[in-house]
């Protein structure tokens, strides 16, 4: 048989240079075997043509002469064997790619491992916090760490209270996947005698949480927000699961997810944003946020691939965590893409989110793309010995353009348009002036600001290895046609965006990652400048970070006036509803890799600075 190199070496001799062109080909004889015997699965693929090579090279733009059609088609025939051969393989979802994705630039030095214990903030005063129960459900950990600690509060009573609180609003919210009930209790209990005892493990001892439901846990369904995956479970914890464990906190639910970690829509409906039930909670970390938002837990467990911790923290109003790439394991999670997915914390404050990192980074030897890295909080850090910068084009006063008429357009179609880009328009325009307000805090600070940019480079075609990843992660899905019970189906769903990554060629892929290489080391050359960059939550930083791995903490940043533009519908739960009056605003701060840490420690200054810790939704 001849090897990958003997073909590619044959096409090129045959003038065959699209490296499209085996797809095509593979994908006109599943196409006909499927119309030979529609019983037939996906996989399987009928005998190759000079017909299909003919058909598969006008899809790929190329031409081919009789003889070069003749001279690869029984190649072409052994590599559909080869690729059936590999499919056949058990390929679940716990195999992991070979290769494995380092953000780490050329001389890129790890920051010095610090010697030194935790320190959390100055306790609070907590006295009249323990006899309000409603004023419970929105206190932050560190608040209910310390009425555990010092026995005014049990974690029996906490947890009941969080799944109580769980069960009311859940018909609202649409949040909760599954309750982990009699794991809670059993936890909690345990953390009574413990903490009764005098075995006080730490900051979250006792205290409930929730994972997103892509995360293992045994002995409950994880369903990936799929619809026909909604009995599948694992046999083992995920590893952040066992760390949290081993730090006494208390898993009382999986959280939603939309379907395969994207948006808001997964089996049982669509997440809601508790600031505006008419409006989804955005994703894919959905349900984390939404629960945190609307006082049913302390903190979740969330990941982002390429804006799932960031866009329904944003959304919801709370606090988003996303680690450096490489500094939580991913073991016991389901895997969209091994060189972009993360897990992270979403919480009600940078503090929170920091007690929560300092007990899940570092590696666990199964993931192999974690590093040996350090993560010590210290809330007292001496944050005013850092380079802040801003991205200066992203701050800028927005501007509007008129749009320019199509041809053939009516005067009805091109006014309609014209009014819809200047209602987009005004709602840019009224939300810039709280990103605004962020540099006037900043400058309250006692902060020089340093002007940056983003590299100017083409972040958003390097995102196509995402699709390739997915495709490759939820193969069998496709090919058994179990892809059809989800419930996105539209072109920019993961059905057909898996179908259409078949089409994207292994050529182009690693051009692709040699691509992010250059990202890394041009915001390498960004990070030389400065220690953190204030950044816009929604402008292309958010592409660009998640390629290179670096990490950012999203933070709430105000509320919409009653004077806010109108979202862009008003139907429940449309993509088009976001935004509007009475809802959460957020600025992003990022830092160097693995510079978690001190990030975290300059965005507690700012959140404690800017006055908005205690924003939250009145249900």
Same mark, same amino acid.
């Given at each position: 048989?001849?090897?990958?190199?003997?073909? =590619?070496? *044959?096409?090129?001799?045959?003038?065959?240079?699209?490296?499209?062109? &085996?797809? =095509?080909? *593979?994908?006109?004889?599943?196409?006909?075997?499927?119309? !030979?015997?529609?019983?037939?699965?996906?996989?399987?693929?009928?005998?190759?043509?000079?017909?299909?090579?003919?058909?598969?090279?006008?899809?790929?733009?190329?031409?081919?002469?009789?003889?070069?059609?003749?001279?690869?088609?029984?190649?072409?025939?052994?590599?559909?064997?080869?690729?059936?051969?590999?499919? /056949?393989?058990? *390929?679940?979802?716990?195999?992991?790619?070979?290769?494995?994705?380092?953000?780490?630039?050329?001389?890129? @030095?790890?920051?010095?491992?610090?010697?030194?214990?935790?320190?959390?903030?100055?306790?609070?005063?907590? =006295?009249?916090?323990a006899k309000n129960e409603s004023a419970l459900t929105f206190a932050t950990v560190r608040e209910l760490a310390e009425l555990v600690r010092t026995h005014k509060l049990k974690p029996t009573t906490l947890t009941r209270l969080s799944l109580e609180r769980l069960k009311q609003l859940d018909p609202k919210l649409h949040c909760v996947v599954n309750l982990t009930e009699a794991r809670a209790l059993a936890q909690a209990e345990a953390a009574d005698k413990e903490i009764a005892a005098g075995k006080y493990r730490g900051p979250l001892h006792g205290i409930p949480w929730g994972a997103k439901d892509l995360l293992d846990v045994k002995g409950y369904p994880t369903t990936w927000g799929g619809r026909g995956m909604e009995q599948q479970s694992f046999d083992a914890d995920a590893t952040v699961v066992q760390r949290l464990d081993a730090a006494g906190a208390v898993l009382v639910a999986k959280l939603s997810l939309g379907a395969l970690a994207m948006g808001d829509v997964w089996y049982g409906g669509t997440t809601r944003n508790?600031?505006?039930?008419?409006?989804?909670? /955005?994703? /894919? #970390?959905?349900?984390?946020?939404?629960?945190? /938002?609307a006082g049913c837990l302390p903190f979740a467990i969330?990941? !982002?691939?390429?804006?799932?911790?960031?866009? &329904?923290?944003?959304?919801?109003? @709370?606090?988003?965590?996303?680690?450096?790439?490489?500094?939580?394991?991913?073991?016991?999670?389901? &895997?969209?893409?091994?060189?972009?997915?993360?897990?992270?914390?979403?919480?009600?404050?940078? !503090?929170?989110?920091?007690?929560?990192?300092?007990?899940?980074?570092? &590696?666990?030897?199964?993931?192999?793309?974690?590093?040996?890295?350090?993560?010590?909080?210290?809330?007292?850090?001496?944050?005013?010995?850092?380079?802040?910068?801003y991205f200066t084009d992203t701050f800028a006063e927005p501007t509007w353009k008129a749009p320019e008429r199509k041809k053939d357009e009516s005067d009805a179609d091109f006014a309609k348009r014209t009014a819809a880009s200047q209602a987009s328009f005004a709602r840019r325009l009224y939300d810039a002036k709280y990103d605004r307000a962020t540099l006037d805090v900043l400058k309250r600070m006692g902060?020089?600001?340093?002007?940056?940019? $983003?590299?100017? $480079?083409?972040?958003?075609?390097?995102? #196509?290895?995402?699709? =390739?990843?997915?495709?490759?992660?939820?193969?069998? $899905?496709?090919?058994?046609?179990?892809?059809?019970?989800?419930?996105?189906?539209?072109?920019?769903?993961?059905?057909?965006?898996?179908?259409?990554?078949?089409?994207?060629?292994?050529?182009?892929?690693?051009?692709?990652?040699r691509a992010r290489s250059l990202g890394i080391a041009a915001m390498k050359k960004l990070f030389d400048q400065v220690d953190i960059v204030a950044a816009t939550s929604s402008s292309t930083q958010l592409t660009a970070t998640n390629l290179?791995?670096?990490?950012?903490?999203?933070?709430?940043?105000?509320?919409?006036?009653?004077?806010?533009?109108?979202?862009?519908?008003?139907?429940?739960?449309?993509?088009?509803?976001?935004?509007?009056?009475?809802?959460?605003? #957020?600025?992003?701060?990022?830092a160097g890799l693995y510079n978690d840490a001190r990030l975290l420690a300059f965005a507690n200054a700012y959140q404690q600075a800017a006055g908005f810790l205690g924003l939250h939704p009145k249900l």
């Open positions: 048989m001849l090897t990958r190199r003997g073909f =590619a070496s *044959l096409c090129v001799r045959a003038g065959i240079i699209s490296p499209y062109f &085996p797809g =095509a080909v *593979l994908a006109l004889s599943a196409q006909a075997a499927r119309a !030979e015997d529609t019983t037939r699965p996906n996989e399987d693929f009928a005998p190759i043509t000079p017909e299909m090579l003919e058909s598969a090279a006008i899809v790929a733009g190329i031409k081919l002469t009789d003889e070069q059609r003749h001279m690869v088609m029984d190649i072409v025939n052994d590599q559909r064997d080869s690729l059936r051969t590999v499919r /056949s393989l058990p *390929l679940d979802h716990t195999v992991a790619p070979a290769m494995v994705f380092d953000p780490r630039p050329a001389h890129f @030095v790890m920051p010095s491992p610090v010697a030194q214990q935790m320190h959390m903030s100055a306790a609070p005063d907590v =006295a009249a916090l508790p600031w505006n039930l008419m409006q989804g909670s /955005s994703g /894919s #970390s959905a349900g984390p946020a939404s629960a945190v /938002s969330g990941s !982002e691939t390429l804006g799932s911790i960031s866009s &329904p923290s944003t959304r919801c109003g @709370v606090t988003g965590y996303r680690p450096s790439f490489g500094f939580v394991p991913r073991t016991g999670a389901m &895997p969209l893409s091994w060189s972009m997915d993360k897990l992270g914390p979403i919480a009600r404050s940078v !503090e929170d989110c920091a007690l929560v990192m300092s007990h899940i980074f570092g &590696p666990d030897g199964v993931d192999h793309s974690v590093h040996e890295a350090s993560f010590v909080w210290d809330a007292k850090y001496d944050w005013r010995k850092l380079r802040i910068g902060i020089t600001l340093i002007p940056v940019e $983003l590299p100017k $480079l083409p972040w958003g075609a390097m995102v #196509s290895p995402l699709e =390739a990843e997915g495709a490759a992660s939820f193969d069998q $899905l496709t090919l058994s046609g179990r892809d059809a019970l989800l419930n996105g189906q539209s072109a920019h769903d993961w059905p057909n965006l898996f179908r259409a990554a078949r089409f994207y060629p292994a050529v182009d892929y690693v051009q692709a990652m290179t791995g670096h990490p950012a903490i999203i933070v709430p940043n105000g509320l919409r006036g009653a004077d806010a533009p109108a979202p862009r519908s008003l139907q429940e739960t449309n993509d088009g509803n976001t935004g509007g009056p009475g809802t959460p605003v #957020s600025i992003t701060f990022l």
